[in-house]
């Protein structure tokens, strides 16, 4: 009995992961520049293209389908092509596992860096989410993977309900629930309740933690405590530069337009005449 829920659940899951043809980015990093700015710690969110993708954006109302915490190279983790393994996540059909940045660089994404965390502390997130590669999904427990299969639409009170897990088995991590129990070994917030504290002589606010399953990947994304951060203007972003279809284009390495040049030649040939 075990055996074949075991195979119904991994059935439904190659289903669920499989990408939906025709997709393409808004826009796209650039390689290199992601490359270097990415400290340990930090959040990739990523779109998504496959059929969960498309129910988590619905259930969240958001772009981002997918996390993965950045905590650099992984020893004895790499590539067939010798990239290092840089990245950590959870997803339905493997678990948790390790993989090489490359692997979402034709993918929209963005950058979330929690504010003010101390090297130990980055150090302890990225060692949390690493001593778990291998833990699975609990296949098994099919219903889980049924919920994202429900047809659409689904009111909103229930959006958050459906891509929880609830249980508290570390077993059966999603991408977000994996780094928010990361964060919260280390007392970091990322979207706390919040228990306003009233009496006559001071006002102030009381946080609570939520439970890791309720978080979804928008939640790095609009938290307060996590800053956005953009490769593309942290390398120094110059509107003047732009190269524009509709406009004529000057010549590189300080070369004058060539509307510029030829008319400085006709002048020439005017004064010789």
């Known amino acids: 009995m075990n055996s074949m829920l075991y ?42 293209n496959n059929r969960i993708s498309g129910v988590i954006k ?11 915490l950045y905590v650099g190279a992984v020893p004895g983790k790499a590539a ?30 963005r950058v979330c860096r929690p504010v003010g965390l101390s090297d130990e502390d980055r ?17 098994k427990n099919i219903i889980d993977l ?27 991590l999603i991408c977000s629930t994996l780094i928010a129990q ?3 070994s280390i007392r970091y917030p990322i979207l706390p309740a919040i228990t306003l504290m009233e009496s006559a002589l001071a006002k102030r606010e009381i946080l609570h933690i939520r439970h890791s399953s ?9 938290s307060p405590f996590f800053q956005i951060v953009k490769p593309t203007l942290e390398t120094g972003f110059n ?12 010549a590189e390495d300080g070369a004058k337009p060539a509307a510029e040049a030829a008319g400085q030649a006709a002048l020439r040939s005017t004064h010789e005449t």
């Open 80 to 109: 067939p092509d010798g990239e290092f393994h840089v990245l950590v996540e959870a997803d339905i059909e493997d678990g948790v596992v390790s993989v090489p940045l490359s692997k979402y660089l034709d993918f929209h994404t």
């Open 123 to 139: 150090a302890r997130v990225c060692a949390y989410v690493v001593e778990r590669l291998g833990c699975t999904y609990d296949l």
């Open 214 to 222: 309720l978080y979804a990947p928008r939640d790095f994304d609009i």
């Open 7 to 48: 195979n119904i659940g991994r059935a439904i899951a190659r289903y669920l992961e499989k990408p939906i043809a025709g997709y393409e980015p808004f826009t796209r990093s650039d390689p290199d520049v992601l490359r270097g700015l990415l400290k340990p710690g930090d959040i990739l969110l990523i779109e998504g």
């Open 146 to 172: 049924i919920r994202y299969m429900v047809p659409l639409p689904v009111p909103q009170r229930w959006r958050r309900r459906m891509i929880s897990l609830g249980s508290g088995d570390p077993s059966r």
């Open 239 to 250: 509107y003047k530069k732009l190269h524009w279809s509709d406009l004529p284009q000057a």
């Open 182 to 184: 990361a964060f919260e």
């Open 58 to 68: 619905y259930l969240t109302q958001s772009t981002w389908s997918h996390a993965a």
